[in-house]
């Protein structure tokens, strides 16, 4: 998947730090683990030798991952974001107009994304069903519990 994944700088510094920890770190580590269940005898009927080299095949995925991440993310400076529209980064403003009750989501990429902070993923449907909205549309959103009607009331940097 190769998709390009908008981020702050903050987020890419995070990304970079993870990869470096991991080869740096967790990289070698594992390596150890292989090497102490190696000596412990008879390849075959050993669990922890196992369990080790599943461990490095994991680790081994997730910087392959990230590495992919990282090669297809891109820097967005928030203080060059359109306010006219809601865009990756925007904060906005909305009245559910099923309940009635004010919300303020900031749409995020996926690796940023955390509700409890107010940060929905773009990719997510209420995420992909606010872009490019403006002041005073309503966005409807199909979610798993149905269809919810946003009202945009403010887009903020």
Known sequence: MSDIMYVTKDTLDIMKAELQRMKGVDRPAASRAIAEAREKGDL??????????????????????????????????????????????????????????????????????????????????????????TVGDVAEVTVPAGVIKFKVEDITA
């Open 44 to 133: 075959k009927e050993n669990a922890e030798y196992d369990a080790a080299k599943e461990a490095q095949g994991m680790l081994e995925a997730r910087i392959k991952k990230m590495e992919s991440d990282l090669a297809n993310a891109r820097i967005v400076d928030t203080t060059t974001i359109d306010t006219g529209k809601v865009s990756i980064l925007t904060k906005v403003k909305l009245t559910n107009l099923n309940t009635k009750k004010q919300v303020t989501y900031q749409i995020v990429s996926e690796k940023e994304a955390d509700l409890k902070l107010g940060k929905i993923s773009v990719t997510s449907p209420i995420g992909k069903g606010l872009l490019g909205k």
